[in-house]
């Protein structure tokens, strides 16, 4: 009898520890109790932020961040000020350049090249882009100032950046001849590109040629022709010449002998030895 009371206690107390884990177990965690349905949560990332010193910085608190907009805020208004001012400072700076450089062009006409280049360099210095090109073109030659090809590409690539056609096919004529600087056809074709695309015909022409035989650019001769033709018929001798040839030979545009003979005969008109041996060899008998 009393071996059976002391298997019951045996018993009760197992099935107490049971009961125990089996509590442990299945009782979620504080993790699990907040995402019951989450597979996996990942950690919380850091957050960072750049303030106006370029330093990454954990998160701020909040009344901190409020503060450090505040303040941006503050410092945006007065940058915008600043700004306006020294737009308004550029634009007077330039209205005045332009004084200097049309004066500078007078005193030209009047072969009175010192105190010309004195205005014109002030009128550089006050971003007028003609005066840049000049001044640029005269650095290369040693034109009234010391030749100095640092300062002609200087001049000119500054001129160029504003859009001053003259700069920009200057400098692909430079880059292209290797004139006072190593031959660069990439360059080359970049201003001539920027030139050709305000009109300039010498710089349509060349960049025809550039295409024709693949200089700075994959060769296509439909591109040199379309570039050729645009020269040509602002008059351009070489580009009348080179669309004539393209006529005849068929590259680029259909083969047409006729054509070939008319634009020949503009470019001879002109006095272009090429062009008035091109129309005799055509007009012989075959």
Same mark, same amino acid.
Do not use: C, H, P
């Given at each position: 009898m009393k071996k059976k009371k002391q298997n019951k206690r045996i018993l009760i107390i197992l099935v107490l520890l049971l009961l125990l884990v089996g509590v442990i177990i299945f009782l979620p965690s504080e993790k699990t109790a907040s995402k019951p349905n989450d597979v996996s949560v990942e950690p919380k990332k850091e957050i960072e932020v750049t303030t106006k010193d370029g330093v990454s910085h954990e998160e701020m608190p909040v009344e901190v961040k409020e503060e450090k907009d505040k303040m941006s805020l503050e410092e945006i208004e007065a940058l915008k000020k600043k700004r306006a001012q020294e737009a308004k400072d550029r634009a007077k700076n330039l209205k005045k350049g332009q004084e200097q450089y049309n004066q500078a062009l007078i005193l030209l006409e009047k072969e009175n090249t010192e105190d010309a280049v004195i205005l014109l360099k002030e009128a550089a210095k006050n971003r007028v882009k003609e005066a840049q090109s000049n001044l640029g073109k005269r650095y290369f030659d040693g034109d009234g100032v010391s030749k100095n090809v640092n300062l002609a590409i200087e001049w000119l690539l500054k001129a160029a950046r504003q859009g001053e056609v003259e700069a920009q096919r200057t400098l692909g004529?430079?880059?292209?001849?290797?004139? *006072?600087?190593?031959?660069?056809?990439?360059?080359?074709?970049?201003?001539? *590109?920027?030139?050709?695309?305000? @009109?300039?015909?010498?710089?349509?022409? $060349?960049?025809?040629?550039?295409?024709?035989?693949?200089? @700075?650019?994959?060769?296509?001769?439909?591109?040199?022709?379309?570039?050729?033709?645009?020269? *040509?018929?602002?008059?351009?001798?070489?580009?009348?010449?080179?669309?004539?040839?393209?006529? $005849?030979?068929? $590259? @680029?545009?259909e083969k047409d002998i006729e054509m070939a003979k008319s634009w020949y005969s503009k470019a001879a008109e002109q006095g272009y030895g090429n062009a008035e041996r091109a129309l005799e060899s055509l007009k012989k008998p075959n």
């Open positions: 004529f430079v880059y292209a001849s290797g004139y *006072a600087v190593d031959k660069n056809y990439k360059k080359s074709f970049y201003w001539y *590109a920027k030139a050709a695309k305000q @009109g300039n015909s010498f710089s349509q022409s $060349e960049l025809g040629n550039a295409y024709k035989f693949g200089f @700075g650019v994959a060769k296509s001769d439909k591109k040199a022709f379309d570039w050729y033709l645009r020269a *040509a018929n602002q008059g351009d001798v070489t580009a009348q010449f080179n669309v004539g040839m393209s006529y $005849e030979k068929g $590259e @680029g545009i």
